[in-house]
């Protein structure tokens, strides 16, 4: 017979697979499937924006700010599997321009538990899109979630238009 409590220590030890790292859990409200658009009733594209390479400026010349904390999990966690096929060569080297993506910040309350949350979200033009939800006041990374433009819910590192797995002050 399985013990439950084996379970939940084993679940706890072991990383998700998709996402390749453990997220810790801020509230049951938030799942990988967790939408802007559909749970939080918001427009991503009503948050402020910042380029990537508005972003990296950032990181570089704030790098134990808060927000700047957050852009450098939020591009990390999503480099390989959806960044780094945004790249082109560019002037400074190899950068991901506007016309293939944005980074959006800003916060939420979660419609029904009322808890705040921090966001970071890539608006990616090729319909796929990631949310990284963190702890309010805080770098704790509650969630990553994936979802279409339109807000249609994606498996977590899927796209249906690519053949590869995939901050308020």
């Known amino acids: 017979m399985r013990s439950p409590t084996l379970l939940l220590i084993l679940s706890l030890l072991f990383p998700l697979p998709a996402a390749g790292i453990r997220i810790p ?4 409200e938030l799942t990988p499937e967790t939408s802007l658009w559909i749970e939080f ?3 991503p594209d009503s948050l402020p924006w910042l380029s ?3 972003s ?3 990181v570089n010349e704030e790098p134990n700010r808060m927000r700047s904390n957050r852009f450098a999990v939020a ?3 999503l480099w390989d599997p959806l960044l780094r096929y945004r790249t082109v060569e560019g002037v400074r080297g190899t950068e991901i321009p506007v016309s ?3 980074w959006r910040f ?13 966001i970071v979200h890539w608006a990616d033009t090729e319909e796929l899109s990631a949310t990284l939800f963190f ?23 899927y796209s249906r238009r690519t053949s590869f797995l995939p901050l308020p002050r």
């Open 25 to 28: 859990p801020c509230g049951g």
């Open 41 to 43: 009733g918001l427009e």
């Open 52 to 54: 990537d390479e508005e």
């Open 56 to 58: 990296a400026v950032l």
């Open 75 to 77: 591009r990390s966690m």
């Open 100 to 102: 293939r993506g944005r």
């Open 106 to 118: 800003g916060r939420v309350t979660h419609p029904i538990s009322e808890i705040l949350y921090d």
């Open 135 to 157: 702890r309010r006041g805080t770098s704790v990374l509650c969630q990553l979630s994936y979802e279409s433009r339109n807000g249609e819910r994606h498996p977590l590192g």
